[in-house]
Nanobody
């Protein structure tokens, strides 16, 4: 499984950015795609995910500002980031967790990361 992310960059506080990620390879029908981020000196944290059944999960810190969506046919996930804040700065990683129906454990795959900067 490979993940190719695009988007990111420098944006002033209050601005918007869109991140996209395409998954390729052996993509299973039971999966969760989404985004995590890591600020300098911090641990990686969940930003937003959307499952193959359409269930979304967003961090409290981005609710009301970010939206996550996916195109199931193309195996892509998009993160629309509005009203960006300096604390949103970090490297954003695309992720897919997937499993077979008869195996309860998820396998984890990560993209290369893309930098989002909203300066203070």
């Amino acid at each position: 499984v490979q993940l190719q992310a695009s988007g990111g960059g420098l944006v002033q506080p209050g601005g918007s950015l869109r991140l996209s990620c395409a998954a390729s390879g052996d993509i299973l029908s039971i999966n969760i795609m989404g985004w995590y981020r890591q600020a300098p000196g911090e641990q990686r944290e969940l930003v937003a995910t959307v499952s193959s059944s359409g269930t979304t999960n967003l961090s409290d810190s981005v609710k009301g500002r970010f939206t996550v969506s996916r195109d199931h046919a193309k195996n892509t996930v998009t993160l629309q980031m509005n009203s960006l804040k300096p604390e949103d700065t970090g490297v954003y990683y695309c992720n897919i967790k997937q499993r077979r129906s008869y195996i309860p454990r998820y396998a984890d795959y990560w993209g290369q990361g893309t930098l989002v900067t909203s300066p203070a």
